[in-house]
């Protein structure tokens, strides 16, 4: 279950966002630059005080579906539950399961600061109405296994979309003919994943 825990994690990069320059390996603190404000990352070791080591299955498994904190705060969307919540119960617990057999390390992160009205948390609760479907993965029926396993890492884990599709106005991933037709991320643009860039051609 660890092993397999590990794999969810390195699909999902975890490390790449929750690890700040010269800083512990998921400890927290990178700085991400959104539209909004800047926003920093957890720490996701399992230090008691500073990270997820109190936290149950439960309330890592909400965090992960639901986009909310153990504590109740509703967490903003650059941590991609949207996607994470795709994640089946097997693979969800195994990544639980690898991330608290992790070294534990005591390292607070910046405190993400918004200005207004981006800094009122509970109006995440309207935007996940909007644009957050918390169910997990569900195989495509006219497909074979091998493309619904794709989809599943393309859509869950690996949350592609998150940077190769573009955002609206309140910064939800567009989906349709949009789907992965290339984004930006901190400054990167991110190219489509569905078709060759025309650079290629």
């Known amino acids: 279950a660890i092993e397999r ?3 969810v994690a390195a699909a999902g990069d975890c490390v790449a966002c929750h690890t700040a320059p010269g800083g512990a390996r998921n400890a927290g603190g990178l700085a991400l630059e959104t539209p909004f404000g800047t926003i920093y990352s957890t720490n996701i070791t399992p230090d008691p005080q500073t990270g997820i080591g109190r936290w149950s299955f439960a309330a890592f498994e909400r965090a992960m579906r639901q986009g909310v ?5 509703q967490l903003y969307p650059a941590f991609p539950y949207t996607a994470y919540a795709k994640l089946s119960d097997a693979d969800m617990q195994a990544l ?4 608290m057999s992790q070294p534990a390390v005591a390292a607070t992160p910046p405190r993400t ?5 981006f800094n009122l948390r509970p109006l995440l609760a309207g935007w996940n109405l909007l644009f957050h479907d918390p169910k997990p993965f569900t195989p495509d029926p006219s497909q074979d296994a091998q493309w619904n396993r794709g989809a599943y890492l393309v859509e869950g884990a690996g949350h592609c979309a998150a940077c190769h599709s573009p955002r609206n106005a309140l ?9 992965l037709a290339g984004g930006q991320a901190e400054g990167w643009n991110a190219p489509a994943l569905t078709s060759l860039p025309a650079a290629s051609a």
Do not use: I, V
């Not at 639980?96 to 991330?99: K, P, V």
């Open 5 to 7: 825990g590990r794999l």
């Open 69 to 73: 904190h153990q504590d109740g705060r």
């Open 96 to 99: 639980y399961g690898y991330l």
């Open 113 to 117: 600061e918004l200005g207004f009205p």
């Open 171 to 179: 910064g939800a991933q567009k989906g349709g003919l949009d789907y």
